[in-house]
Every structure is written in C-alpha cells, then in structure tokens.
C-alpha cells in the first residue's frame, strides 16, 4: 500500500474525504465521531497508596516487618516501632520520587499547537489545535507550530523546523511533488508533521493523521512501552538484601538453638534472635544509600547537572557506553561560517578581514542578498542566512548599517525549486543583482568570474575549481552557498530570466561547529573505558564530519544510516552494533534498537539528547540525559538527568561523581557489615564457649541506631577523588558482594569480635555478668566509630593528609563517643540500657581495646597492598 508521500492530492482527498472538495461541517462532526479529538490519549497513572504499598515490596523490607510483628507480640515494642519507622520513611521517600518522575505524556500534549487556522465551508477559520480532523486544509506561515500530520498541497518557500523529531539541524525545504519509493521521515519532503514548526515561506496541508496516529503519537506509545531501568546499585542491593538476610537469619536460628541447648529460657531465646536479627540487617542502609545520592545530586546540581532520579547519580558511574544525539549536544545547534572562497583561495573564518575589498563584497552581498534579522540576541530567519549575519556583526560590520545603506529596490524570493533567491540594490558602482544559492544550480548560469580585480568570462577550468572546492567542502559536511551578481543600467522589477549571465564572487560554507569541549569530553570518555556513539536524524557526510572532529569516528566504516538496520533481527543488530560509532538519518524506533542491543550485550546506556524523537530511547536507556536549554519538555521529563548547560562534559563529571558516589556507598556497606559481623561472632563465640550473652536487646538496638547510622552517612560523603576515572567501568553483573570485599568484611570484622570479647573476658573474671556486658557493649559501640577510619579507602590512610579530610565523620565519631560515654559513666541510665556504671581504669581499657582496631587494621591493609 503506498504511502501519503506516494500519491498525489487528488488521491487523497478522495481517499480520504470521498471528493475533491474541501470539508463541510457535516464531513467534520462525522470524521470527529470516525477518528475522536485531535490530542493525545494518557495512560492512567497508578495512585499515591500503590505507589507506597509497592515500596514494600523489597524482601528486606518483609523480613524485617516480621522481625518487628513477632517483637511487638513479645512485648518488645521499643524494637517493632524503631523498625517501623525506618522502613516507613524509606518508603515516603520512594513514593515521594515515582510521583515526581515520568510525566513525559503531559509534555507531549502540551507540544501541540494551541489552535489552527483551517478551512471549512469554504471559508478560512481559527479553532482549537483539538478540533482538527482527517481531511482538514490546514493553512500555516512563518513562525506556526504544525498540529497534525499531512501532505502539502500548497507551498510558497515553506521551510519547517523538524529537529525535534528528526534531529536534523537545519529546517526542511518543503515540496508539493509526489516522491517515489520508500523514504525515511526526515526526506519525506511533502509531509509536515505534528509538533514541528515553520520557519520561512507559507503553505497549506491537507490533515492526513492527527492525534496517537501521528509520528509524535507514535512516539507516545513508544514512551508507554518502554519502561524503567533499575540501576546496577538498585539490582545489586536487592540481591544483596536477600542473601544477607538468609544468612542473618541462618545465624540467629542457630543462635537461638544453642541457647536452648544450653538450658536457656526459649521466650528469650528467641527474643535476643531477633534482636541480633534487627541489629544485624542494616535496616538503615536504603535510607543511607538515599542520603548519600542527595547529597551528591546538590554536588552535581551545581556542576549543571540535575538529578530526576536519584538512583541516576550511581547509575551514571557503571556506564559504558553513551550514546549522543549530535544537534544541540556535540554542536552548538547554531550554524556558522566556516570558510570563504574568493579567487581560487579558501580563507578561514578567523582569517576573513572586513577591510581586504574581496572580503568585505563577499560579506556585503550576503548580507544584502538575505531575509534574517539579529535583534539583541533574537534570530529570525533560516539559519543559514543568520550565520552570514553573526559573521558580519562580530566583524563589526553591523548588517543593519549595511542594508540602511544600500535597500533592496526588488527581489526574487527563495524558491526551493530553483534553490536560489535575488535581490536588488542601488551600489555605489550602479545598480546591482545579488543572486545566492546552491553551487551545482548557480555555476550553471554563470557566464563571468571576477578574479585578479577583473571582470573575465568563466573558463572550464574556473568551473572544475569551484566544483572541485564545492565537493571538498561537502565531504567534510559543509553546506555551502555561491555568491553571485549581475549588474543593471537601471532600477528594474527583477525577473526569472534575470537570472542568467551572472558573475561568480565567492563560496561561502557552513556548519553547526562542535561545542569546543566534546573532544576533550569525548577524550576522558574514552580514557574512562567508556565507548561514545552518535545517533542524529541528519546527514551521514555531517554526521561523520562532526564525529572525526571530536575523536567519535576514527574509521568510515564505523558510520551508518539508520536504513541499514531496518531489516536486521535484534540478534543481529546485537553483532552489528560493535564496532559502529555514528548513525545517520535515524528514526526513534533505531534509537530504541540502538540501546536495547547495547544493553543486551551486558552494557550499561546513556542516551543523551533533546528532541521529543528521543524521548523514548531516553527512557529505555538505563541512564537518560537531556537537554536543558535546547530540550523539549517531554525529553526532560523522560530523562534521569538534566543537563542546565546543555554541555556534553558536564556528563564526564556527572560519571566521576557518579563513581566516587558508588565508591562510597560500597566504603559504608563494607563498614556496617564488617561491624555487624564483629557483633555476630562475638555472640557465636560466647554461646560456643558456653558464656553468658554479651549483649541485652536494648544494647543491640543502640547499636543500630547510632553506631550504624551516622558513621555510614558520614563515609558515603567522603571528599571525592579523581582516580575513579582511572577505572574502567563496573561490569553489569558485578556483584558488591565480590571475593575481596567478603575478606575484608571478615577480616575487619574478626578484629572488632575480637577486641569486644577480650573486652568482655576483662570485665568476666569476678563473675560479673552485667560489668563483662557493659564491658564488651561500649568495646563494640567504639570499635565501630574508630572503624568508620578504618573504612575511608582500601589503601592505608592513617599517615596520609587525608586522614582528617572529612568533617562528618569527625562529627559522627565525637557524637557518639559523647553518647556511649554518657551511657556507660551516669548512673541514672543504668536501669534504662541494662548497663553498668564504670570506673575510669574500666573506661581506659574500653577506649584502649576500641582504638587498637586502628592500627592493627590499618597495617593488615599495608600488607595487603605491598
């Protein structure tokens, strides 16, 4: 079946409208009633009390709402309410950022325009965008957003701004021709499209989809199918709740029978269980984890990069492979003057010199010949022509001084057609035909040169130079125009056949340069063992040109049209897509294949960009990044992370944050299962050798309130480091649970158990039950503060300048020191903690044994890195 761009108005009204005639109100209440109202239909959004009732969910969550049902039934309430509580606020603050999150489909209807100007009984009228149906005439002008797909029945040098949906920078000349053949989007030169707007000229199209059938709808439903990606950190915590709490709770049941065995009471047998069960899983660590990632979002806010989600923060540290729209990314999405070319010589913008005669003509004319204004900042027009003015106002050759000097007596619009325009002015030398547009065209009608001050007549060989040049420039993914004139003996109305016999002056070429810090960006993306991929909706021999510019593409072997993958399974594309770099001419089904393939093949995916065509691919890449200044709304609420500078290096830091931010929050994992595990073997050490238990709930549950939380909180805000970026990336299924890391959680753990019992066999040996408990308490409680040192980096640290670089531990270490010395030294609390008050030869040995953890730990790590 063919498509609209296939076939011909006449085929279509009839297809669509039954005759050639424009619609009646008739026609539209029953096209209204066929095909519903212009605008996007919503999924409906899951409600506050399920999104909250699903953040209990996790298994650690379950395990510890058993653990404090079955104390709550023991009488242990103190126990079953702090747990409560911890879980609850985790789940406020994960109910608090879904809400916030995913509001893409609101942008999207947004995006339409707000009315229309249509006709309907014969007459032109203004509606709502709402209204507009199939078979609608749509009539559009410069500076109109575009409220439906359809095909253009009229055109007068209509240029439309695509970018949002194609992401091709510069605006599409449009056609009334029929186009043979199977196009892609961006060439479909006949159609307009929803969400677009135009730029230059006027037309009128007849509305051929309209609502989710549109390609913006299109990529609604794409949005509604893709989902959200959990973070290497969220996948490896889940799974790390779950084994941690079956060994957890492995412990404690083999706990629970020795104390039987031992002919101890079964209620608090299996009360003090659970205690060590509540005290053992770090209940804490989500809200740890959370506090970490907020604080590193206010670090990366004002570095220009705003975190949507928070678990984006790590996530952005485990990538390995970005991949980058180019427009308004890599570039500048503004075009510039590249090069002139006068008398056989190619002159660089920075060389080009207003007071050479060549120059300033060849500026003058461009000028002169050109529709766009610069106003304070606020471009108008194509933005080819502004790039000519930007050129001549920061030569200090304002065009408005230029064109007060010499007005435009008549003119020849741009038709996209001839793919040339005319104008003419009175000079000082006489009366003058400016003509620019496309080489190929305008050589054709050349019949003089001006070179060496002279006016000669072409020669073929003339013409091989400035093709040759031409396709110099187009290779390198330059879009040129040619600079002619004719002169008149008097003011004429300018006429096509004017148009003839001209005089080359010049080319002039143009780009939408890279910003100048993508190939540093792309440098230490590179250097970080992180693999950059562009993917744009423009030209291949653009794209290219910008990747080699930036150090993405090093082969052409590496760049590709997006046609190329069409008809390759997603097992292929899987293979294909390795050892590619650059995709051209993309749709956003492509860009949605892209990641996916990289994602099959273990990585982990940024996609950056700003268009409302890439929103879907920024939803389905793990890490989304979009745009602030040039993004549309619909790729921010897409995105994880905003970029406020629209700078590509922002992502560089937003990685090394990320990475240090992950760093940390493993530095804090290791620190409170090291010491969880120095409480567990003290108890298995005491029911083995038949003790007494070393510790009452009560003591377990201080523990866990103040000697996890607020040392793990001060590691996960460590001052960051730049070695991170020396790594290579974390492989997806790398587990924080590795063979080393379980070492030195043993090992350190070991070390603490040790100094607590020897602590607790000091405060034994009267047979002094509640003294070798208070003992091996305070031990414990110290021990972990000291170890919040011990756990700052995997390297010695105690002779290093960085020893004492981290206020938050200073002031979680003295918080407690003040705390467990109250505890164990006011009488008034003993009856509260089950403790006893103790002397000062009792403290010493307490703070000794506590502090000893320091350097032995401390030199096991020097003899680990040697």
């Given at each position: 079946m063919k498509a609209y761009y296939n076939k011909s108005i006449s085929e279509i009204r009839k297809?669509?409208?039954?005759?050639?005639?424009?619609?009646?109100?008739?026609?539209v209440k029953r096209n209204q009633e066929k095909y519903g109202l212009n605008e996007l239909i919503e999924t409906k959004p899951k409600s506050i009390p399920m999104i909250f009732i699903e953040q209990f969910q996790d298994f650690l969550v379950i395990i510890l709402i058993i653990a404090a049902l079955v104390s709550g039934f023991l009488g242990d309430f103190e126990s079953a309410l702090v747990i409560l509580i911890v879980i609850t606020i985790n789940a406020v603050l994960g109910t608090v950022q879904t809400v916030k999150a995913n509001q893409s489909l609101n942008s999207l209807k947004e995006l339409s325009a707000p009315n229309a100007k249509v006709l309907r009984n014969n007459k032109i009228i203004e509606i709502p965008s709402k209204e507009v149906t199939i078979g609608d005439e749509v009539y559009l002008e410069a500076g109109d957003y575009i409220p439906a797909d359809g095909r253009i029945i009229e055109n007068k040098s209509m240029k439309v701004d695509e970018s949002a949906l194609t992401g091709e920078s510069l605006a599409v000349e449009k056609s009334t021709a029929v186009i043979e053949g199977e196009v892609p989007l961006g060439d479909r030169v006949n159609m307009v499209y929803s969400g677009s707007f135009v730029t230059y000229g006027r037309g009128s199209f007849l509305v051929t989809e309209i609502a989710m059938e549109t390609e913006v709808?299109?990529?609604?439903?794409?949005?509604?199918?893709?989902?959200?990606?959990?973070?290497?950190?969220?996948?490896?915590?889940?799974?790390?709740?779950?084994?941690?709490?079956?060994i957890i709770m492995a412990f404690c049941a083999l706990?629970?029978?020795?104390?039987?065995?031992?002919?101890?009471?079964?209620g608090n047998a299996f009360m003090f269980a659970i205690a060590l069960a509540v005290a053992a899983i770090p209940e804490a660590l989500s809200s740890i984890v959370t506090i970490v990632l907020s604080f590193g979002t206010q670090k990366m806010a004002k570095e220009g990069a705003i975190i949507r989600k928070l678990q984006a923060v790590e996530g952005l540290g485990s990538v390995s492979v970005i991949c980058s729209d180019k427009t308004g990314t890599l570039t500048q999405n503004k075009m510039t003057v590249e090069d002139y070319y006068i008398e056989e010589k190619r002159i660089l913008a920075k060389d080009i010199d207003p007071s050479n005669p060549l120059h300033k003509d060849l500026m003058r004319l461009s000028i002169l010949c050109n529709d766009s204004t610069n106003t304070d900042g606020q471009e108008i027009g194509d933005p080819t022509e502004t790039a000519l003015i930007n050129l001549s106002d920061s030569l200090n050759v304002p065009a408005k001084r230029v064109r007060d000097a010499y007005p435009r007596l008549s003119e020849l619009p741009f038709d996209s057609d001839r793919k040339m325009m005319s104008t003419l002015h009175l000079l000082k030398d006489g009366y003058t035909m400016i003509t620019k547009g496309a080489v190929d065209v305008l050589i054709k009608r050349v019949k003089y040169i001006r070179k060496n001050g002279q006016i000669l007549e072409i020669t073929a060989d003339d013409i091989k130079k400035i093709n040759d040049m031409n396709m110099e420039f187009s290779k390198n993914g330059l879009r040129v125009l040619a600079i002619t004139y004719r002169k008149f003996d008097q003011e004429k109305a300018l006429m096509l056949e004017d148009e003839n016999d001209l005089i080359f002056l010049g080319l002039i070429s143009m780009m939408d340069p890279p910003r100048v810090e993508s190939a540093k960006a792309v440098e230490e993306c590179i250097q970080a063992g992180i693999?950059?991929?562009?993917?744009?909706?423009?030209?291949?021999?653009?794209?290219?040109?910008?990747?080699?510019?930036?150090?993405?593409?090093?082969?052409?072997?590496?760049?590709?049209?997006?046609?190329?993958?069409?008809?390759?399974t997603d097992e292929q594309l899987k293979q294909f897509v390795a050892d590619k770099r650059v995709y051209a001419r993309v749709s956003p089904e492509h860009k949605i294949r892209i990641v996916k393939a990289w994602q099959e093949r273990g990585n982990i995916v940024a996609m950056t960009g700003d268009g409302v065509n890439d929103a879907?691919?920024?939803?389905?890449?793990?890490?989304?990044?979009?745009?602030?200044?040039?993004?549309?709304?619909?790729s921010k609420d897409a995105a994880a992370m905003v970029l406020t500078d629209d700078n590509f290096a922002t992502i560089v830091k937003a990685i090394e944050n990320g990475r240090n931010v992950y760093s940390h929050i493993k530095d804090a994992i290791q620190f409170?299962?090291?010491?969880?595990?120095?409480?567990?073997?003290?108890?298995?050490?005491?029911?083995?050798?038949?003790?007494?238990v070393p510790f009452a709930p009560v003591h377990l549950l201080f523990i866990n309130l103040l000697t996890d939380s607020?040392?793990?909180?001060?590691?996960?805000?460590?001052?960051?480091?730049?070695?991170?970026?020396?790594?290579?990336?974390?492989?997806?299924?790398?587990?924080?649970?590795?063979?080393?890391f379980l070492i030195d959680v043993g090992i350190e753990g070991f070390v603490i158990a040790l100094m607590t019992m020897l602590a607790f066999t000091i405060g034994y040996q009267d047979g002094n039950t509640v003294l070798a408990s208070t003992m091996a308490f305070a031990t414990l409680c110290l021990s972990r503060l000291v170890h919040g040192y011990n756990c700052k980096s995997k390297k010695p640290v105690i002779f290093k300048k960085g020893f004492f670089n981290n206020i938050f531990l200073q002031g979680a270490f003295l918080i407690g020191f003040i705390l467990i010395t109250l505890v164990v030294t006011m009488p008034f609390l003993q009856t509260t903690f089950k403790v006893q008050t103790l002397n000062i030869e009792q403290l010493l040995i307490v703070y000794g044994l506590a502090l000893a953890n320091l350097p032995i730990i401390q030199i096991i790590k020097k003899i680990k890195n040697r």
């Open positions: 297809e669509i409208n039954g005759s050639l005639k424009p619609l009646n109100d008739e026609q709808g299109k990529i609604a439903q794409l949005l509604k199918s893709t989902s959200d990606k959990k973070t290497p950190l969220q996948i490896n915590l889940d799974n790390f709740g779950k084994k941690l709490s079956i706990l629970f029978v020795l104390n039987i065995l031992q002919g101890g009471n079964i693999t950059p991929i562009m993917i744009t909706g423009d030209h291949k021999i653009t794209a290219m040109a910008i990747a080699k510019r930036i150090g993405i593409l090093t082969d052409d072997s590496q760049a590709v049209e997006g046609s190329m993958i069409d008809h390759l879907p691919a920024l939803k389905q890449a793990n890490i989304g990044v979009a745009m602030g200044i040039t993004g549309s709304e619909v409170l299962l090291s010491g969880n595990f120095g409480g567990i073997l003290a108890v298995l050490y005491a029911s083995i050798m038949a003790l007494p607020l040392p793990a909180i001060a590691l996960g805000m460590e001052p960051h480091s730049k070695e991170v970026m020396k790594e290579k990336p974390r492989p997806i299924n790398e587990s924080i649970l590795t063979k080393p």
